[in-house]
C-alpha cells in the first residue's frame, strides 16, 4: 500500500520556530531600543538574559507542542494556552533568572516583555491557525477518514468533523453491514469486513469505529490490521448514543473505567488557584470599588423604605451546606422574601432597587462572602433553600451543581439563563450550564466569565429584575 507524503507532523515544529524568533526578536526590540522607560541597569547581561529566555522555553515548548497537533482548535483554547505558555515561562525563567544572579534587570522590563510576548504569541498562534485551515481548505495537509458503522453515532461524527474543510479531514465513506441504510452525502463503501481491502488499495490514514460492542471480535481483528498497516484507530465508545457528556478514563488496577463527571476543582492544585483568584478579586472590589458604593447605595436605600441596607438570605451552598448571603436590599421589607422569586415589575421592589438589580450593584457584598469562603467569584448561582428543594426532585442533575462554591456570577448567568423561572425547561437549561462550567472549569474560563459580565452591566440584560 502506497502512503500518502505530506503528513501535518512538521507544522506544530514551525510554529514553536516562530515563538523562538519571536522571543528573540521581541527581546532584541526592547532591550536595546532607548524607550524612555528604560533605565541603564537594564543593559547588564544582556547575552546571559536572552539564554535564559530560550532556555527556559525550551522545557516550556516541550510540554506544550502537542496542543499544536490538535485540527480542531478554537481562538478562546489558543488564548488560554497561550496564556498558561507565558506565565510558565516566566516561571521558569525567573528561576534561572535567580540562579544566574541576573538581580540588575528591571522588573518594569520584565513585565512590559512578557505582556508584549503574550500578545505577540496570541497573533501568531491565531494567524498560524488561519493560514493553515487556508491550507486545508484549498485540499492540502489532510487526513483520510473512513468510518465503521453508519449508525447513529457514525453518522454524529461524521457530523462534527467534516462540516468544516478546514479541519482537514476528508471523509471517504462508510462500511456497514446494512446495505439499505441511509448515510446521505457519504457513500456506503461496503461491508465492514471490506475495509480490508480497502485499506490495501486505498491511502487511508484514520478509521472512526462506530460498531456495536458486540462486534468485539471483529473490531480487535480491523485493529490489528489497521496497526500492521500503519492505519491510525480510534473508538467511538457505544454510550455516547444515549448519553453525550464529557467522560475521563482512570484506570483501576489495570481495569479501565470511565468517569461520566469530570470537576477539574477536585484537583487540589486547581483549589487552589482558583481560592487565590477569589481572594485577590474580591479585596479589589472590597477595597477599591465597595467603599464609594456603598456610601451612596446605603443613602439610596435608606431614603427609599424603611429597613436595613443590607438583606441577608440562607441559600445553599457547597455539598448541600447552607451560609448567609449578603445583598443590598432592592425589597421593601416582606414575609415572602425566602419564598418567591423576584419576577418583572414586582411590586416588592423599590425604584432604587430595581437600579441597582438591573446594574448588578445589588450583588456586590456578596464578595464578603467570597472573601468567607462560602462563595466564589465566579460558580452557579446560590438559590434560595425552597428552590434547591423544590427543583432537585424535578430535576436529576440538579444537585451536581452543588459540588462547586456558588458564585457570585456563573457560565449561565453570561449566557442569559438569570432571572425569573416560569417552566421547568428555563431552570434545567440553567443548569445544564452550571455543569459544563463545573466539567470545563479552567482560571481562563473564571476570566472570561468575570469579562462577559462587567460586557453585560454596561450593554444590559433584559432578565435583570
Not at 148 to 162: C, E, P, R, S, T
Not at 292 to 308: K, N
Request: hydrophobic share 45%; charged share 25%.
Amino acid at each position: 500500500m502506497q502512503r500518502r507524503q505530506g503528513k501535518s507532523s512538521y507544522i506544530p515544529y514551525l510554529i514553536v520556530l516562530g515563538d523562538f524568533l519571536i522571543i528573540n526578536i521581541l527581546f532584541l526590540l526592547l532591550f536595546y531600543y532607548p524607550w524612555s522607560w528604560r533605565t541603564t541597569n537594564v543593559l547588564v547581561y544582556d547575552r546571559q538574559m536572552l539564554l535564559a529566555l530560550n532556555v527556559s522555553y525550551i522545557i516550556i515548548a516541550y510540554f506544550t507542542i502537542d496542543n499544536h497537533h490538535k485540527r480542531i482548535f478554537e481562538i478562546e483554547n489558543v488564548l488560554r494556552l497561550a496564556f498558561y505558555t507565558v506565565s510558565y515561562h516566566f516561571v521558569v525563567f525567573y528561576i534561572l533568572f535567580n540562579f544566574l544572579e541576573l538581580y540588575m534587570i528591571s522588573f518594569k522590563f520584565l513585565a512590559i516583555y512578557f505582556s508584549s510576548f503574550f500578545i505577540s504569541l496570541s497573533t501568531w498562534w491565531i494567524i498560524g491557525r488561519f493560514l493553515i485551515k487556508c491550507y486545508r481548505k484549498n485540499g492540502y495537509n489532510f487526513r483520510n477518514v473512513v468510518i465503521l458503522g453508519a449508525g447513529k453515532n457514525g453518522v454524529d461524527l461524521a457530523n462534527h468533523i467534516g462540516d468544516d474543510p478546514s479541519n482537514g479531514f476528508r471523509l471517504l465513506g462508510y462500511f456497514d453491514d446494512d446495505k439499505n441504510i441511509d448515510t446521505g452525502s457519504l457513500p456506503l463503501l461496503g461491508k465492514v469486513d471490506d475495509v480490508d481491502q480497502y485499506i490495501i488499495d486505498h491511502s487511508v490514514d484514520e478509521i472512526y469505529c462506530a460498531l456495536a460492542v458486540n462486534d468485539g471480535d471483529r473490531i480487535v481483528r480491523i485493529l490489528d490490521f489497521a496497526e500492521k498497516n500503519m492505519v491510525k484507530f480510534f473508538i467511538i465508545p457505544g454510550y455516547y448514543t444515549y448519553l453525550k457528556r464529557k467522560v475521563e478514563l482512570h484506570m483501576v488496577n489495570g481495569v479501565p473505567i470511565l468517569s461520566l463527571f469530570s470537576d477539574p476543582l477536585e484537583h487540589g492544585f486547581n483549589r487552589i488557584v482558583k481560592r487565590v483568584f477569589d481572594v485577590v478579586f474580591a479585596l479589589f472590589v472590597l477595597l477599591i470599588i465597595f467603599p464609594p458604593i456603598y456610601i451612596f447605595t446605603a443613602i439610596a436605600i435608606r431614603l427609599s423604605s424603611p429597613g436595613p441596607i443590607f438583606f441577608k438570605q440562607t441559600r445553599t451552598g457547597l455539598k448541600g451546606e447552607n451560609f448567609d448571603c449578603y445583598k443590598f436590599r432592592t425589597m421593601k421589607v416582606n414575609d415572602d422574601s425566602d419564598k418567591l422569586q423576584a419576577v418583572k415589575n414586582d411590586p416588592r421592589k423599590t425604584k432604587v432597587g430595581d437600579f441597582l438589580r438591573k446594574t448588578n450593584i445589588d450583588e456586590i457584598p456578596q464578595f464578603l462572602n467570597v472573601l468567607k469562603g462560602d462563595m466564589s467569584v465566579v460558580g452557579p448561582r446560590p438559590h434560595m433553600l425552597k428552590h434547591t428543594e423544590d427543583y432537585s426532585a424535578l430535576i436529576d442533575t440538579y444537585m451536581i451543581r452543588h459540588f462547586v462554591k456558588p458564585g457570585v456570577t456563573g457560565w449561565a448567568q453570561v449566557k442569559g439563563f438569570r432571572g425569573e423561572t416560569k417552566e421547568l425547561r428555563q431552570m434545567e437549561k440553567r443548569v445544564e450550564k452550571d455543569v459544563w462550567y463545573i466539567e470545563n472549569w479552567s482560571l481562563w474560563l473564571d476570566i472570561k466569565i468575570v469579562i462577559m459580565t462587567v460586557v453585560n452591566v454596561f450593554k444590559g440584560e433584559k432578565n435583570a429584575y
